[in-house]
């Protein structure tokens, strides 16, 4: 039951995002999609996917985002809008995506109980956060770094 209401919180903010005027209101419901898609991470039993959720899409990229809008808000003068030219063509491909998902669930056979977890995985996905995906991390660290000095460098003043 609290997957179908997490489930519904996620599609009505994720439908949000896209469908509202103010891009600073659909920043705010990305983040409520974010947040959400790390409850679903939570009602599977890894808590550490949910805590990567949302330290770093819910809390960094969406922080990173806002500073985006206000400092471009501020180079530009006004207020900016976000436009949806083409809602149709979205809805006609996102139908498509949804139908190819549901064909391909219906396929699958249902299964009994799922498994018990041999125990707590966070161990293991920090080892392999730590070995072979360290310069990954690293790498995604320099990026949101340099996209925070590259929005300091454009909103500064002339002066």
């Known amino acids: 039951m609290s997957f179908w209401v997490v489930a519904a919180a996620l599609v009505a903010s994720s439908l949000a995002v ?3 005027p103010n891009l600073f209101h659909a920043v705010l419901y990305l983040a409520a999609a974010l ?4 409850v679903v991470f939570l009602l599977l039993d890894s808590p ?3 805590g990567v959720q949302l330290l770093l899409y819910a809390g960094g990229v969406v922080t990173i985002v806002v500073f ?3 400092l471009t808000e501020r180079l ?3 207020r900016i809008a976000q436009t949806s030219r083409y809602v149709v063509h979205g809805a ?3 139908a498509a995506v949804f139908v190819g998902v549901a064909g391909f669930l219906i396929q699958v056979p249902l299964g009994g109980p799922r498994p018990p977890l041999p125990g707590d995985l ?5 080892r392999a956060l730590v070995g072979p995906w360290a310069a990954t991390l690293e790498l995604l660290a320099v ?3 340099v996209a925070l000095l590259g929005a300091l460098y454009f909103a500064r003043t002339e002066d």
């Open 122 to 126: 966070t161990p293991v996905i920090g």
């Open 48 to 50: 550490f996917l949910f």
């Open 35 to 38: 947040v959400a898609t790390g």
């Open 76 to 78: 530009v003068g006004e």
């Open 68 to 70: 985006a809008i206000m």
């Open 18 to 20: 896209v469908l509202t």
């Open 92 to 94: 006609v491909v996102a």
């Open 143 to 145: 990026l949101l770094v």
